[in-house]
């Protein structure tokens, strides 16, 4: 069946940088785009980035714009975000989702929390 | 990159209809087939419910219904049901990536 499991979250000291990976299977990861989609306590979902199946093209939110970075190596079958210059606003679950069709998300992972806080 | 437009909340008595509505613009809703509907549970990951305007994935029970018109988009849930109870967001494509809405919380009264 179609998993996706984040790692990589946790505490971070505002300014600080970290890298949170999806690890997928029970699928072909180099045919499908993903998403990063987070949500911060108590609010609602919010694209973070989006990379092409093929890597060749991302895209990203404007607060996270310069700071964030989405990859992805196919041959893992693992997505990445390395998240740098971290805000005390960028504190949320962090979810990784398949894309099977311009933004629709069928699968998603179970989420990983990164708190920025001094 | 502004969200979709959702109302906060919306209720319904069990087996009654309960429907949302999502506002967005020609530039995503109103340009595209790409609307999606996702359901979340408190401390869950999000489920696609409806994709598409009014497709729905394997699994989803045709209570969930989408439509469209224009720039507003629809999910009704019909014969409501306790595990119905929970946030639903909208989403478009809008050329590059997909935007949500603010999201609506559904009580089943």
């Known amino acids: 069946q179609v998993q996706l499991v984040e790692s990589g979250g946790g505490v971070v000291q505002p300014g600080r940088s970290l890298r949170l990976a999806c690890a997928a299977s029970?699928?072909?990861?180099?045919?499908?785009?993903f998403y990063w989609v987070r949500q911060a306590p108590g609010k609602g979902l919010e694209w973070v980035a989006v990379?092409?199946?093929?890597?060749?093209?991302?895209y990203y939110r404007d607060s996270v714009k310069g700071r964030f970075t989405v990859s992805r190596d196919n041959s893992e079958s693992t997505l990445y975000l390395q998240m740098n210059s971290l805000r005390v606003e960028d504190t949320a679950v962090y979810y990784c989702?398949?894309?099977?069709?311009?933004?629709?998300?069928?699968?998603w992972g179970q989420g990983a929390l990164v708190t920025v806080s001094s | 990159q502004s969200a979709l437009t959702q109302p906060p909340s919306a209720s319904g008595s069990p087996g009654q209809s309960v429907t949302i509505s999502c506002t967005g613009t020609?530039?995503?809703?109103?340009?595209?087939?790409?609307v999606s509907w996702y359901q979340q549970h408190p401390g869950k990951a999000p489920k696609l419910m409806v994709y598409?305007?009014?497709k729905r994935p394997s699994g989803v029970p045709d209570r969930f219904s989408g439509s469209k018109s224009g720039n507003t988009a629809s999910l009704t849930v019909s014969g409501l049901q306790a595990e119905d109870e929970a946030d639903y967001y909208c989403?478009?494509?809008?050329?590059?990536?997909?935007?949500f809405g603010t999201g609506t919380r559904v009580t089943v009264l």
């Open positions: 989702a398949r894309d099977i069709s311009r933004g629709v998300l069928l699968n």
């Open positions: 029970g699928f072909t990861f180099s045919a499908h785009g």
């Open positions: 990379i092409w199946y093929d890597g060749s093209k991302e």
């Open positions: 020609s530039s995503d809703v109103g340009g595209y087939i790409y």
């Open positions: 598409e305007v009014n």
């Open positions: 989403s478009s494509y809008a050329g590059g990536n997909s935007v």
